[in-house]
């Protein structure tokens, strides 16, 4: 699998910006492809954004879009999420994700099997 490691979340009040980074390691590379979820307790981890650097094709979900933007470096080591104008309701815990060999719908959690531990990021109002 692939090795995955975020940072960069935190406290921030709302309307203001957080910059957060995913490192991939291992032997195994993630395909030129990477996700970020969320994830608020008690609820399933949501889609966030995509980003499929082979095609320079990258997605977002409504509450977003115009808001973060998913880019990475010339080498797809790190990939990031920049979070602008941020909300009280982008509170959550923060994963990226690299999806299996084959995957068919990036906006399902199923289909992505390496994950990393997660960073927190808090809006406060």
């Known amino acids: 699998q692939v090795q995955l490691s975020e940072s960069g979340g935190g406290l921030v009040q709302a309307g203001g910006s957080l910059r957060l980074s995913c490192v991939q390691s291992?032997?195994?590379?993630?395909?030129?492809?990477m996700g970020w979820f969320r994830q608020t307790p008690g609820k399933e981890r949501e889609f966030v954004a995509f980003?499929?650097?082979?095609?320079?094709?990258?997605y977002y979900t409504e509450s977003v879009k115009g808001r973060f933007t998913i880019s990475s470096d010339s080498a797809f080591n790190t990939v990031y999420l920049q979070m602008n104008s941020l909300r009280p309701e982008d509170t959550a815990v923060y994963y990226c994700?690299?999806?299996?060999?084959?995957?068919?719908?990036?906006?399902?959690?199923?289909?992505?099997?390496?994950w990393g531990q997660g960073t927190q990021v808090t809006v406060s109002s």
């Open positions: 994700a690299a999806p299996r060999k084959y995957w068919s719908d990036y906006r399902l959690s199923r289909e992505y099997t390496s």
């Open positions: 291992g032997p195994i590379f993630s395909g030129n492809v």
């Open positions: 980003i499929n650097y082979n095609t320079g094709d990258t």
